[in-house]
């Protein structure tokens, strides 16, 4: 898999570096995926057209390396904030935090928000978002496999339960928390928003899915 950037733009110093995605971030935010324009960018962050080219192989690249180092930068401080905290915390009480978290750590940044929201509006068959996801499978792989293995442990998650495929699923907890941002007025997306939704997944997590009729 090619790697993202490319190496010449890591040799930049770290000033340029963060300059050309500052200005990048800000593209990508005020005008979408789609609508995003290397000429506005390279603009706004004083370099070269044919320099950007140096730095990043097109649009795609760059927009996933802003979704891999800018928002999964969010996503994983959140994730690592609480992640401390598990010999305290069951999985569905660090579900809630990590969600809480993400909330708040996003209000901060709606630029990064708004990129967030874009890509959750993409198809899973654009051939960027394809790209994306070759990218960040293998990190999302871990993402919740320490809580599980914690509880299973701990005897509250039945040991004969698949952990790996417990962690994919879960892993949707994050998109359907993007998709309730993009439902509701962010303003008034509160804490409490995210209880109810955290209590609907306690009591699947809880009762299962299946009536005793089945």
Do not use: W
Request: aromatic share 10%; net charge negative.
């Amino acid at each position: 898999m090619a790697h993202l950037p490319k190496q010449t733009f890591f040799n930049l110093p770290a000033h340029k570096r963060e300059r050309v995605t500052r200005c990048a971030v800000s593209e990508f935010a005020s005008h979408g995926y789609k609508q995003a324009s290397i000429s506005r960018i390279v603009a706004a962050a004083s370099i070269a057209k044919g320099s950007f080219y140096q730095y990043f192989e097109d649009k795609d690249d760059l927009f996933i390396h802003i979704v891999i180092t800018e928002i999964g930068a969010v996503k994983q401080a959140t994730y690592e904030q609480e992640r401390s905290r598990l010999a305290e915390m069951s999985l569905s009480q660090f579900l809630r935090h990590v969600a809480k978290a993400q909330l708040q750590a996003f209000r901060a940044q709606p630029e990064l928000f708004g990129i967030s929201l874009d890509l959750l509006r993409m198809s899973p068959r654009e051939p960027v978002y394809e790209k994306l996801m070759q990218h960040v499978e293998s990190a999302q792989n871990m993402i919740f496999l320490p809580v599980i293995q914690h509880e299973i442990e701990q005897g509250k998650i039945d040991g004969r339960v698949n952990s790996r495929l417990l962690n994919y699923m879960l892993l949707g907890i994050t998109q359907y928390q993007l998709y309730m941002f993009n439902s509701v007025e962010t303003s008034v997306f509160a804490e409490e928003t995210i209880d109810a939704m955290m209590d609907d997944l306690d009591f699947i997590l809880a009762n299962g899915i299946y009536t005793g009729d089945v």
